[in-house]
């Protein structure tokens, strides 16, 4: 049976040692202020937007919500980033996705400056870290990363489990999860193969990696026939069911073969937001 790691710790150690960080910031009169924007009334959104503003409150994080009506116009939404990324106060900007449909999430992420941009999903953070040589150079430009990537690598460093030289598979290619976690296991000099919808032979690919990261947005879809006995499998997915929370990975039957394995709830889920407050000192620090 796999070892299960849990995110729970980890994510606290993160979060103390932000507060650190954020005590002796303003120390030096430099305080950390993460601005909100919630549009619409979407349940699921504005528990996450909640349990952000509360992270900030523990952290001793200044929080400038802004909830706005779900008719809210594009040009409306973009004038209230403009005048964020021109207040000295606010040194993150989180616009929570998704938007009502009306609203071009792209095109809005894109008015973000990168030096304010905690989620790091603006081309302009994207560009910096894709063509980053190196996680020494990532870490060393102090860069913004989106949150939920780079708290998978810093759940594997924290375990003490070897990246480097490992083949690593990702299921899903999407802009918040699948290509970004690919591109920082390359980083961390892993041989990275990104699986996706049209991918032939899934089972047999997934089985030959030693690192598997489950992105796809479908309940229990790996099962311990996609893993390789001794793997690391990391699941990022968060599906509601009838039964409740469960991950894109069948977790009873993977741990079986797993060396290492991550529980949903209370895994990858536990990193995104710790990392979030690590990226608001990050950018009060730029």
């Known amino acids: 049976m796999g070892n299960i790691i849990s995110g729970t710790p980890i994510a606290q150690a993160i979060k103390e040692e932000v507060k650190k960080e954020v005590t002796a910031l303003r120390a030096k009169g430099k305080i950390p202020g993460l601005a909100t924007i919630l549009v619409g009334d979407d349940p699921a959104s504005q528990t996450y937007v909640a349990s952000k503003i509360k992270a900030c409150a523990e952290m001793g994080i200044e929080s400038f919500h802004h909830k706005l009506p779900g008719r809210t116009t594009e040009q409306e939404l973009g004038a209230l980033i403009e005048k964020l990324n021109n207040d000295k106060k606010v040194t993150g900007i989180l616009l929570q996705i998704p938007l009502p449909k009306h609203l071009d999430a792209d095109r809005l992420i894109e008015k973000i400056s990168p030096d304010k941009d905690v989620d790091g999903l603006t081309p302009a953070s994207i560009g910096r ?7 020494d150079e990532i870490v060393k430009n102090k860069l913004l990363l989106p949150c939920t990537p780079s708290g998978i690598i810093e759940i594997m460093k924290k375990s003490n489990l070897e990246i480097a030289g490992k083949n690593a ?5 999407s802009n918040l999860v ?15 193969t990104v699986a996706h919808s049209k991918t032939k032979n899934l089972e047999q690919l997934c ?5 598997l990261v489950a992105a796809i947005g479908k309940p229990n879809f790996v099962t311990a026939a996609f893993v390789k006995k001794g793997a690391v499998v990391i699941d990022v997915g968060i599906n509601r069911t ?4 469960v991950g ?3 977790f009873e039957s993977a741990k079986t073969v797993a060396g290492h394995i991550t529980p949903v709830p209370g895994g990858v889920g536990k990193m995104t937001i710790a990392m979030l407050m690590k990226n608001t000192v990050l950018a009060t620090l730029k």
């Open 248 to 250: 894109d990975v069948d």
């Open 129 to 135: 870290f894709v063509s980053a040589k190196s996680w």
């Open 178 to 192: 699948g290509k970004p976690i690919a591109m920082l296991l390359l980083a961390n000099n892993a041989t990275v």
């Open 242 to 245: 009838e039964k409740g929370l």
């Open 207 to 211: 089985s030959a990696a030693d690192i």
């Open 169 to 173: 598979v990702v299921i899903g290619r």
